[in-house]
């Protein structure tokens, strides 16, 4: 079987290309050039495209350089942009996955006549009895990234593969130092990749759009209890910087048109309800139906919350998961994803969460 591993230069794509090359099948690495910007999360830098070439040529295989740093501007970085811009927090990494990874890269991979892709992400997908596919959580709890691969469909699932989705991490790293890969002892990435730890969120987004500053006000009395430097670098759920004396407070609503951020207390800022935005819902298969039990998931490591799932009537209308308990707030732009309610294993769907109903 021919197979393109997309190869990031961290341990997990290095694994993964070397245990397909194990295993027998023609292996060629490919990685993306996607930011040309200064980074050092260990994803997009020049080091890393180094060390994926390095790999490649340990294990005997060919090794290209795909440039979508276009795409990744126009696609990732700009709505990144632009979600804080109105007072959203968005997800880059999955989008960075839903429109490069499994989109351009995968057709990329059709065009050139390859089986599979591959990739080091911690999840696994397998075959149902009736010939469908499955994405499923990785063996590693702590490691596991099927929240960020969410989105796959079937058409996707059937061409990737995740060859070190079954194995704990300590154990892809020991397979990396028994190959004497380079990248063995290599940091895991963190963060968002295309911002530098020493500019920061605040400091990305300076230089891309008006950060305008902003009082924080009590949602039950109206009074005004401080004041922030960047209404736009507020997330829903915060409650670091939210003027909180005494009580904690969270922030429950961000309104960067008013210059305000509304805060409650925790009791208050809880939530029975996340509503999904129209036209952003996916399904791994079929639709769950009307009423069906799941759990949501609305971070990357985030505990998965029993809810319920109510579908509008139609495309246009939104999709709502009511919590069996109230949860902590959730901010629009997040994803969330939803796995199967009789087996929380598997990722049923996604969509971008829109709002939320506040407990009475």
Same mark, same amino acid.
């Given at each position: 079987? $021919?197979?393109?591993?997309?190869?990031?230069?961290?341990?997990?794509?290095?694994?993964? @290309?070397?245990?397909?090359?194990?295993?027998?099948?023609?292996?060629?690495?490919?990685?993306?050039?996607?930011?040309?910007? +200064?980074?050092?999360?260990?994803? #997009?830098?020049?080091?890393?495209?180094?060390?994926?070439?390095?790999?490649?040529?340990?294990?005997? %295989?060919?090794?290209?350089?795909?440039?979508?740093?276009?795409?990744?501007?126009?696609?990732?970085?700009?709505?990144?942009?632009?979600?804080?811009?109105?007072?959203?927090?968005?997800?880059?990494?999955?989008?960075?996955?839903?429109?490069?990874?499994?989109?351009?890269?995968?057709?990329?991979?059709?065009?050139?006549?390859?089986?599979?892709?591959?990739?080091?992400?911690?999840?696994?997908?397998?075959?149902?009895?009736?010939?469908?596919?499955?994405?499923?959580?990785?063996?590693?709890?702590?490691?596991?990234?099927?929240?960020?691969?969410?989105?796959?469909? $079937?058409?996707?699932?059937?061409?990737? #593969?995740?060859?070190?989705?079954?194995?704990?991490?300590?154990?892809?790293?020991?397979? !990396?130092?028994?190959?004497?890969?380079?990248?063995?002892?290599?940091?895991?990435? $963190?963060?968002?990749?295309?911002?530098?730890?020493?500019?920061?969120?605040?400091?990305?987004?300076?230089?891309?759009?008006?950060?305008?500053?902003? =009082?924080?006000?009590?949602?039950?009395?109206?009074?005004?209890?401080?004041?922030?430097?960047?209404?736009?670098?507020?997330? =829903?759920?915060?409650?670091?910087?939210?003027? !909180?004396?005494?009580?904690?407070?969270?922030?429950?609503?961000?309104?960067?048109?008013?210059?305000? =951020?509304?805060?409650?207390?925790?009791?208050?800022?809880?939530?029975?309800?996340? %509503?999904?935005?129209?036209?952003?819902?996916?399904?791994?298969?079929?639709?769950?139906?009307?009423?069906? @039990?799941?759990?949501?998931?609305?971070?990357?490591?985030?505990?998965?919350? +029993? #809810?319920?799932?109510?579908?509008?009537?139609? !495309?246009?209308?939104?999709?709502? #998961?009511?919590?069996?308990?109230?949860?902590?707030?959730?901010? +629009?732009?997040?994803?969330?994803?939803?796995?199967?309610?009789?087996?929380?294993? @598997?990722?049923?769907?996604?969509?971008?969460?829109?709002?939320?109903?506040?407990?009475?």
């Amino acid at each position: 079987m $021919q197979v393109l591993v997309a190869m990031s230069g961290g341990v997990d794509s290095s694994v993964a @290309a070397a245990l397909l090359v194990a295993a027998g099948h023609d292996v060629t690495g490919a990685t993306l050039k996607l930011w040309g910007g +200064p980074s050092d999360s260990g994803c #997009c830098s020049v080091a890393d495209v180094d060390d994926a070439r390095r790999v490649a040529q340990q294990l005997g %295989i060919a090794h290209h350089v795909f440039n979508l740093a276009d795409e990744f501007g126009r696609d990732v970085v700009a709505p990144y942009v632009a979600a804080h811009r109105v007072g959203r927090t968005p997800n880059p990494c999955i989008e960075c996955n839903r429109t490069i990874k499994f989109e351009r890269l995968l057709a990329r991979a059709r065009r050139l006549g390859f089986d599979k892709l591959a990739t080091g992400h911690h999840a696994q997908v397998t075959a149902t009895p009736d010939a469908r596919w499955q994405l499923r959580r990785g063996a590693d709890g702590l490691k596991d990234q099927s929240y960020v691969l969410s989105m796959l469909g $079937q058409d996707a699932l059937a061409q990737v #593969c995740f060859p070190v989705g079954h194995l704990e991490k300590a154990a892809v790293r020991a397979e !990396a130092v028994r190959l004497g890969l380079r990248t063995a002892a290599k940091p895991d990435s $963190q963060d968002v990749c295309f911002i530098h730890g020493r500019e920061g969120r605040g400091g990305f987004l300076a230089q891309r759009l008006e950060l305008h500053p902003g =009082v924080v006000v009590d949602e039950r009395s109206g009074e005004t209890l401080g004041a922030l430097d960047a209404v736009e670098l507020v997330t =829903v759920g915060q409650r670091r910087g939210m003027a !909180a004396a005494g009580e904690r407070r969270y922030a429950v609503d961000v309104d960067v048109g008013s210059r305000r =951020v509304t805060v409650a207390t925790a009791a208050r800022a809880r939530v029975d309800e996340a %509503i999904l935005e129209p036209g952003s819902v996916t399904w791994v298969d079929e639709a769950l139906e009307d009423g069906a @039990a799941a759990f949501a998931q609305v971070s990357a490591h985030g505990r998965p919350a +029993p #809810c319920t799932v109510r579908l509008g009537a139609g !495309a246009a209308e939104a999709v709502r #998961c009511c919590f069996d308990e109230p949860q902590r707030p959730v901010a +629009p732009g997040q994803t969330l994803a939803l796995y199967d309610g009789r087996d929380p294993g @598997a990722v049923v769907g996604a969509g971008i969460v829109g709002g939320s109903r506040r407990v009475a």
